[in-house]
């Protein structure tokens, strides 16, 4: 495979073999970066039917966009060969981690509320992982974890009978509900996400045995053992979490993976004021995760060169204790070695294949209305800052064809609803059909918020003004976009005075910075109660009477914060269900919308310890809850380094709302495809 192209990849080198896939490096050229390699190799299995099934799990799986999913960047066919592209991390993963020992318990704390934050995010799409574990969860060079392998599986109809009906998971990390072959919901991702901080806390899985089989049945009878049995310097409510994570019964687990984070974060924290500073820096889901009517089981994949820990498919419907009796765990034992034989790939290291229990079956799953697969891209547009965010427009090009014999590139900004445009100059390609152009708007506008695509035109003259020539190359986002853009950054009905919903939700921040700092440096107990009344009206956007004087005080605009980060949320969430919307864009919108829930559950926060300054009556008994109130008001705009890196990044618990105006514009960067 080293040396091979697929499709626009380039294969570098091997990175790893699992049970159903080798994993390689490989560089796109187009857009000059290194990407995972996920193959699939040939097989009689992969018939139409196979193929079209992975398609479908791969759109959806690209529709999957947060800052800790590894994103999926493309898919495809190629010589009876099926590969999906991912993000290349080389930071490796927990798996590694937990075999090096000693993990701290804050490290783990970090690493389970960044993971809970992406299942809660993928269940609120209706998307079961089902084969949560250590090998599928990446680390970063920076130590931020990445849920990965939301991935396709291996369906060996030809091995086993399979007729897609089967699901998958790893037996050491699988629910019990999971292992008996039972109907799932979230919780057994939750479950699974349990034993992996099980893991962490203790170097090994709470259920061991010989043989898969053995593993299943303790998993479904035996109770979770006691964790303070295994690590007894571990805070005794500790003991209680884990045990209600592992519960045997769904309905006694906890019903959100945010749920399981901030139960383990309150167990381990024994002050106050550690336990507010990961709720700030780490913030969790504050709703409730709801899961679609029919969510989508993604077949998990396993790309670790260990032969341990191998995902298995069993088969939904039938619970493996009926397979127990002595006949059956004799044919179960013949289809493994079986199978481990027939399915051994002679020019791929001896990497044990998936066992697969060929069990009855009920009605295939039907097929998802999903979009259409993604096209090759040639370059992107990106938009930058010279005076101000989004007066610069940057165009990077590659592999473009050579324009028609008399005939010059010519690049041009559009806005498709208008059919309004300005040049932004001749594309001037070098040997490798690569081009750079950068241009800076005179008057300083922010182009993005006027312009939602670039078409790139054959001229026959180089200085024309006037578009006249064929669209041989584009890039667009929805024009419903650069409107969201416009009221979130500039005007909106909704703003204070026709201004922006931003600016409408720094104003606020502003007048709450104001009276929470005069609320922390109050003389009496009647002026901090004020202070704190004036404090959460303002992020309410309300005039209750907190402090009992007879009148209830909002010295803010009146509106509230919370007001303004639901319109600027709900402004992105309408710009990427737009049925154009790109994965980059609906990525880069969820960044943003990151930004918005750190400032919400840090104003969340912010009311919970003002109202504790309105329950005392002594200044000095509640400093430390108005010297917090008064920090978090302050990262409300300016957001919090917790990485301690030098810069403020659009992650939980550090982008605030300064970051939003910075950043803004990058939901508007879109890739170059060839027009047909």
């Known amino acids: 495979?080293?040396?091979?192209?697929?499709?626009?990849?380039?294969?570098?080198?091997?990175?790893?073999?699992?049970?159903?896939?080798?994993?390689?490096?490989?560089?796109?050229?187009?857009?000059?970066?290194?990407?995972?390699?996920?193959?699939?190799?040939?097989?009689?299995?992969?018939?139409?039917?196979?193929?079209?099934?992975?398609?479908?799990?791969?759109?959806?799986?690209?529709?999957?966009?947060?800052?800790?999913?590894?994103?999926?960047?493309?898919?495809?066919?190629?010589?009876?060969?099926?590969?999906?592209?991912?993000?290349?991390?080389?930071?490796?993963?927990?798996?590694?981690?937990?075999?090096?020992?000693?993990?701290?318990?804050?490290?783990?704390?970090?690493?389970?509320?960044?993971i809970a934050s992406a299942l809660d995010y993928a269940h609120r799409q209706g998307i079961i992982h089902r084969d949560i574990k250590p090998a599928n969860i990446l680390l970063d060079g920076e130590g931020h974890a990445l849920l990965a392998d939301f991935g396709i599986a291996k369906l060996a109809e030809s091995s086993a009978n399979l007729t897609g009906t089967g699901v998958v998971g790893t037996p050491a990390y699988m629910s019990p509900e999971q292992a008996q072959g039972l109907s799932i919901d979230p919780r057994s991702d939750i479950y699974s996400l349990g034993v992996v901080v099980y893991q962490m806390l203790t170097g090994e899985q709470p259920f061991d045995a010989p043989s898969a089989m053995q593993l299943i049945l303790k998993i479904i009878q035996d109770p979770p053992p006691n964790i303070l049995q295994k690590v007894a310097s571990l805070p005794e409510e500790l003991g209680e979490v884990m045990q209600t994570v592992l519960a045997k019964d769904p309905d006694e687990r906890y019903q959100t993976a945010s749920a399981f984070a901030e139960a383990f974060s309150q167990a381990i924290h024994q002050d106050r004021d550690s336990l507010a500073a990961i709720r700030a820096a780490l913030p969790l889901e504050d709703q409730p995760t709801e899961v679609r009517e029919k969510p989508t089981i993604l077949l998990g994949q396993n790309t670790s060169d260990h032969t341990t820990g191998q995902t298995v498919i069993v088969q939904q419907g039938v619970s493996p204790l009926v397979l127990l009796g002595g006949f059956a765990i004799i044919a179960v034992a013949l289809v493994l070695v079986v199978l481990l034989i027939v399915t051994r790939d002679d020019d791929e290291p001896n990497v044990v294949d998936t066992p697969v229990v060929s069990l009855p079956t009920e009605t295939p799953p039907q097929p998802t209305d999903l979009p259409q697969p993604t096209t090759p891209t040639f370059g992107q547009v990106r938009f930058g800052m010279s005076a101000i965010p989004g007066d610069t427009v940057m165009l990077e090009v590659s592999a473009l064809d050579e324009p028609s014999a008399g005939h010059v590139y010519i690049a041009w900004l559009v806005n498709t609803a208008q059919d309004t445009y300005i040049k932004l100059g001749e594309l001037r390609l070098d040997l490798l059909g690569s081009a750079e152009l950068t241009y800076t708007d005179p008057e300083g506008e922010i182009l993005p918020i006027l312009y939602n695509a670039v078409y790139i035109s054959e001229e026959t003259d180089a200085t024309t003004d006037t578009l006249n020539g064929d669209v041989v190359y584009r890039a667009a986002?929805?024009?419903?976009?650069?409107?969201?853009?416009?009221?979130?950054?500039?005007?909106?009905?909704?703003?204070?005075?026709?201004?922006?919903?931003?600016?409408?939700?720094?104003?606020?921040?502003?007048?709450?910075?104001?009276?929470?700092?005069?609320?922390?440096?109050?003389?009496?107990?009647?002026?901090?109660?004020?202070?704190?009344?004036?404090?959460?009206?303002?992020?309410?956007?309300?005039?209750?009477?907190?402090?009992?004087?007879?009148?209830?005080?909002?010295?803010?605009?009146?509106?509230?914060?919370?007001?303004?980060?639901e319109q600027m949320e709900t402004l992105l969430v309408e710009a990427v269900t737009q049925e154009d919307a790109t994965p980059d864009l609906q990525r880069n919108a969820e960044f943003l919308r990151v930004c918005l829930q750190n400032t919400r559950l840090r104003a969340n926060r912010i009311i919970a310890l003002e109202q504790e300054l309105l329950a005392s009556d002594s200044v000095e008994a509640v400093q430390e809850q108005a010297a917090e109130s008064t920090l978090l008001a302050a990262q409300l705009n300016d957001g919090d380094d917790l990485n301690e890196n030098g810069r403020i990044e659009l992650f939980e618990g550090e982008c605030g709302l300064a970051q939003i105006s910075d950043s803004a514009i990058y939901i508007t960067n879109m890739d170059v495809i060839k027009v047909e």
């Not at 490796?92 to 318990?105: C, H, M, S, V």
């Open 1 to 114: 495979m080293i040396g091979k192209q697929l499709g626009s990849y380039q294969i570098i080198d091997k990175l790893g073999a699992g049970g159903m896939a080798s994993v390689y490096l490989g560089y796109q050229a187009a857009v000059d970066r290194q990407v995972a390699i996920k193959v699939l190799p040939p097989h009689p299995g992969l018939d139409s039917a196979f193929v079209e099934r992975f398609e479908q799990e791969a759109r959806t799986i690209a529709k999957l966009q947060h800052p800790h999913i590894l994103p999926l960047f493309d898919y495809g066919k190629q010589d009876d060969i099926i590969y999906l592209v991912m993000a290349y991390v080389d930071g490796g993963t927990l798996e590694d981690r937990i075999a090096q020992g000693g993990i701290q318990l804050r490290t783990i704390e970090k690493i389970l509320r960044e």
């Open 477 to 565: 986002v929805p024009i419903e976009v650069s409107q969201v853009l416009r009221q979130i950054l500039v005007e909106s009905p909704d703003g204070l005075n026709g201004g922006s919903l931003l600016d409408g939700a720094k104003s606020e921040v502003e007048a709450a910075v104001r009276h929470a700092g005069l609320a922390s440096n109050a003389a009496t107990a009647a002026s901090m109660h004020s202070h704190a009344e004036h404090t959460i009206n303002i992020l309410r956007g309300e005039r209750i009477d907190y402090d009992g004087d007879g009148s209830g005080v909002n010295p803010g605009r009146g509106v509230g914060l919370y007001t303004f980060l």
